[in-house]
DNA sequence: GAATAAATTGTTTTT
DNA sequence: CAATTTATTC
């Protein structure tokens, strides 16, 4: 075992038997201890095959798994998410409840346009309450409550109670009818499976002798559930949470977890982590005076013995193009200074915040990669090529069926669908199934119907004796979307064409990995896969949001945003809610090892209007007693009134960043001597990006050294790069 | 039925 | 502003 545990650390890892709940504030070392603690187990005697750790994402499980693999040289403990682990659980045995073990796991996006399909059925409904309606269902599934149950519940203080349930109760019919499953039911049949199953879930208590939970503040209560009646086998349950890192209760994680925990695993013992072995004392003093302002929280104090005395910088910029640049800045000279790209991180509230540094790190030639938002598996194009696959495992999945009826167009219209779809209502069957049988359509319709009908037809006997690979180029040849996006003259279906070339190679890939596997199973991983997942040793800097970089630590960290409105959001405003704001806030913070920047800008963009706002309360509260926090910048630009702002002319904007004394001169910026021929670069040249592909150059600005290129890329919109430093990623194609 | 033009709407956070 | 939905025209 490490040496270096502390007693309470260690006091952890030996207690092996019964239950333990260990509080363990940020960077207090909780993934080291539960590591630890496996790698303990297994050295005394327990087999790999009897331990179960839970964590929050893959990427934390796979780690999991590598640092004992690493440490004891085994992979046989099983380490996966909540989802995953319920998904390979009733892949074995969700036949006994009555669904079919080849289900489709339908993501927010599939349960959506259910919904929307359903309402277009049900006049009664308003249809502009679909987010409300599914925000119900899923939360009624949380709670393990029926329709007519969660009507019981909510009939009095809702007035949409009896359209809930109608709504609730159509949806989970249809779920059934399509032989779907979405997040929230893998988690909730889990559950009835173990219930009405005992022999089912004996067979994972005699397996599951040690489970393990990590993030335990985050889980939900059907999650908890889970680990409940898994544990209840041996009694042997080691959950790992802090209630201050609690930023999920909007997906239904529930703080009762920690406090049911003693109460359900009677004798359960309490650890405390307190010692922080992440960050400086300042950056830690920081976090401890923003959660204090915290009423809903039992007090406890993180402290450090890591010296660092000047490690917070705070800027205030006056626009949000300002703050941008003043971040990439920043980044230039840290790196100058030492860091390496994969040590820094861009924290932000929302998605919709990254875009200016995107722009700002191009322009400078810093690397990055955004975390959260638009992932390559939502992607229209790759939805649309998986969704032939996804009918071909699972027939009776009329959402992807429709999804692609008339994708690439073949003359299938709203009137023929429409058909199609009340047919298959008439009869309660699947779509696939009037489509097939062809009863109660009328003549034009089956006629119409029939190619696709054929397609259909080919496509599923295919995936009976296809390798993964070879069906995934079959599926793209016959369903007619190669031919349909290689002659298409839409730019922006060439680089859809790439990105389904690109799905190509991740089966094929997949399948190298997994030769036992097939299809579906890669459909699964698809399904279950998140953004940090991906995160892999390149050397960027992490632009991502507070939320998916939870439970990872970077040497410096930025906190951009910091208005009244954005962090904290209206919404938490408006509600009086804020607390959770607050959470989010410590974790930001804790993120950060040595050096934390913390900026705000009086101004920001957004809806097409330039808001101004405060900022936010947070940034005060940690500034508090003592001067940890340093005021760069108070005295920002003057004049114009504060009203500054890039788009409608952007040399403006450029002119008044030059007053900015703490903006970086251009040219100390660019790397000294290129010797790169920028006149090649003109509008109109067709160039290829080493990481964004081929593009166009739309517009051009400045001589030389300085000259600016706007490059359009199909898919992702117009780029502004800095030849200086683009030109050795850009090749030119074609002028 | 499909291609275009006009209007509208929206921003948390994600397994 | 940009993405998506709805209306209009062919």
Request: aromatic share 10%; charged share 25%.
């Amino acid at each position: 075992m490490d040496p270096k545990l502390n007693p309470q650390q260690k006091q952890a890892v030996m207690d092996t038997e019964g239950a333990i709940l260990v509080i363990a504030g940020a960077g207090s070392g909780k993934t080291r201890v539960l590591t630890e603690r496996i790698c303990h187990l297994i050295e005394i005697g327990v087999s790999p095959y009897n331990i179960l750790a839970l964590t929050f994402t893959n990427k934390a499980a796979d780690e999991m798994k590598e640092r004992i693999e690493r440490s004891i040289g085994t992979s046989q403990v099983w380490t996966s998410t909540f989802h995953s682990l319920c998904a390979r659980i009733l892949r074995i045995d969700i036949d006994k409840i009555g669904y079919s073990k080849d289900f489709t796991i339908y993501t927010e996006q599939e349960s959506d346009r259910v919904i929307k399909r359903l309402l277009m059925n049900m006049p009664s409904l308003d249809p502009k309450k679909k987010g409300e309606y599914l925000w119900h269902i899923s939360h009624a599934k949380t709670l393990a409550l029926s329709p007519d149950e969660y009507w019981e519940e909510i009939k009095n203080d809702d007035s949409d109670a009896d359209d809930i349930r109608k709504i609730y109760s159509q949806y989970e019919e249809e779920l059934k009818r399509c032989n779907s499953l979405d997040f929230d039911d893998l988690l909730l049949k889990t559950v009835q499976l173990f219930e009405t199953c005992p022999e089912v879930l004996a067979k994972y208590q005699r397996r599951f002798l040690y489970v393990h939970v990590d993030e335990f503040q985050d889980t939900n209560r059907l999650q908890y559930k889970i680990m409940k009646l898994i544990a209840q086998g041996s009694g042997n349950v080691f959950a790992v949470g802090d209630e201050d890192q609690s930023i999920y209760s909007w997906r239904g994680a529930d703080i009762r977890n920690i406090l049911d925990f003693e109460r359900d695993f009677k004798g359960a013992k309490v650890y405390k982590l307190e010692q922080n072995y992440r960050s400086t004392t300042s950056i830690l003093n920081a976090a401890n005076r923003v959660i204090k302002n915290n009423t809903a929280r039992k007090d406890k104090t993180l402290w450090s013995d890591i010296a660092g005395s000047d490690s917070i910088e705070y800027y205030e910029a006056y626009s949000d193009c300002d703050e941008a640049e003043q971040v990439a800045k920043t980044v230039v000279t840290l790196v100058k200074g030492g860091s390496t790209y994969r040590d820094i991180a861009v924290l932000v509230r929302a998605n919709s915040l990254t875009r200016l540094f995107e722009e700002e790190f191009n322009l400078n030639g810093i690397p990055y990669k955004v975390f959260g938002g638009f992932r390559f598996f939502e992607r229209k194009e790759i939805k649309d090529a998986l969704a032939y696959v996804r009918f071909a495992i699972n027939p009776a999945d009329s959402d992807s069926l429709l999804r692609v009826i008339n994708y690439p167009r073949r003359g299938l219209g709203e009137s023929t669908v429409n058909e199609l779809i009340s047919s298959a209502a008439r009869q309660g069957i699947s779509v696939y199934d009037a489509l097939m049988s062809g009863a109660q359509l009328s003549a034009g319709a089956a006629r119409k119907l029939e190619p696709f009908k054929s397609i259909v037809c080919d496509i599923i006997s295919a995936s009976a004796s296809m390798k993964p690979t070879e069906f995934m180029q079959y599926v793209l040849r016959r369903s007619g979307i190669e031919t349909f996006l290689s002659t298409s003259t839409d730019i922006e279906d060439a680089s859809r064409l790439d990105n389904v070339q690109e799905l190509v190679n991740a089966v094929s890939q997949f399948e190298k990995d997994n030769p036992t596997l097939g299809i579906s199973d890669f459909l699964q991983s698809v399904a279950l896969v998140s953004d940090v997942d991906e995160m892999d040793d390149q050397n960027y800097v992490s632009i991502a949001t507070v939320h998916a970089v939870k439970g990872l630590e970077f040497e410096n960290v930025f906190i951009v945003g910091l208005e009244e409105g954005i962090f904290p959001t209206q919404r938490a405003i408006v509600s009086g809610d804020i607390e959770e704001e607050r959470r989010l806030m410590y974790v930001a913070i804790t993120r950060a090892k040595r050096k934390l920047f913390v900026l705000n800008s009086r101004s920001r963009y957004r809806f097409g209007k330039t808001e101004y706002m405060p900022k936010s309360r947070f940034v005060g509260e940690m500034s508090g007693i003592k001067q940890s926090v340093r005021y760069t910048n108070s005295g920002y630009a003057q004049g114009n009134g504060g009203r500054i702002r890039l788009g409608a002319n952007a040399a403006g904007a450029g002119s008044v960043m030059k007053n900015n004394p703490f903006a970086p001169k251009k040219s100390e910026v660019k790397s000294a001597d290129s010797g790169i021929d920028f006149s090649k670069f003109v509008k109109n040249t067709v160039v290829a990006h080493t990481k964004f592909g081929q593009g166009i150059i739309v517009e051009t600005s400045g001589e030389g050294e300085d000259k600016i290129a706007a490059i359009a890329f199909k898919g992702l919109g117009v780029k502004r790069f800095a030849l200086a430093i683009a030109a050795p990623y850009l090749t030119i194609i074609e002028n």
